[in-house]
T-cell receptor, first 116, second 112 residues
């Protein structure tokens, strides 16, 4: 089983709809992240959370919100989806005490979202 | 100008070739440098990690950092078809992943 699980893996929706992408992890890490990946733009950070009570905006948080329901669960919501939010979304975790504590992210397999 | 620039490719080479993947950056404060590998339909995974300048070798992979030129490289020796993937450079000026800046990624194909 994957250590970082994202659902759904694929989703097609229409402009204006509310969408939630869910992430759960079994790695026991406190830190969780949401990224989006676009061709030619690489990975960009949307939100991150260092624990259940700590939520922080990333580089591109406008139009998104998150919820950290538990140490192992971190959800990303698009309140009113728009076509330029069509992208591949990744959840990731990190362990600040890990052997390669700087920069080692453990990614899920991604959620492909298409907004028509 | 992007903080981190990476040639998106695609790059196609024959099996056994030496591959060189590169990134340039503009922020002289970056001191933690990483290479991630991403297979098709998968999330990225950390391949190499380097702090500050110098070289680091791991099997067929060598990561090189030249802070004076703001340039990092990943070399793959004796390339294999299983090395076909997208390679993303990433860097940060602080410990922790929350300030990690990624390059655009280079798609690499190794032809048998």
């Amino acid at each position: 089983d994957a250590d970082v699980t994202q659902t759904p893996r694929n989703r097609i929706t229409k402009t204006g709809k509310r969408i939630m992408l869910e992430c759960s992890q079994t790695k026991g890490h406190d830190r969780m992240y949401w990224y989006r990946q676009d061709p030619g733009l690489g990975l960009r950070l949307i939100y991150y959370s260092f624990d259940v009570k700590d939520i922080n905006k990333g580089e591109i948080s406008d139009g998104y919100s998150v919820s950290r329901q538990a140490q192992a669960k971190f959800s990303l919501s698009l309140e009113s989806a728009i076509p330029n939010q069509t992208a591949l979304y990744f959840c990731a975790t990190s362990d600040p005490a890990g052997r390669r504590s700087t920069g080692e992210l453990f990614f899920g397999e991604g959620s492909r979202l298409t907004v028509l | 100008q992007k903080e981190v620039e990476q040639d998106p490719g695609p790059l196609s080479v024959p099996e056994g070739a030496i591959v060189s993947l590169n990134c340039t950056y503009s922020n002289s404060a970056f001191q933690y440098f990483m290479w991630y590998r991403q297979y098709s339909r998968k999330g990225p995974e950390l391949l190499m990690y380097t702090y500050s300048s110098g070289n680091k070798e791991d099997g067929r992979f060598t990561a090189q950092v030249d802070k004076s030129s703001k340039y990092i490289s990943l070399f793959i020796r004796d390339s294999q078809p299983s090395d076909s993937a997208t390679y993303l450079c990433a860097m940060s000026f602080i410990q922790g992943a929350q300030k990690l800046v990624f390059g655009q990624g280079t798609r690499l194909t190794i032809n048998p």
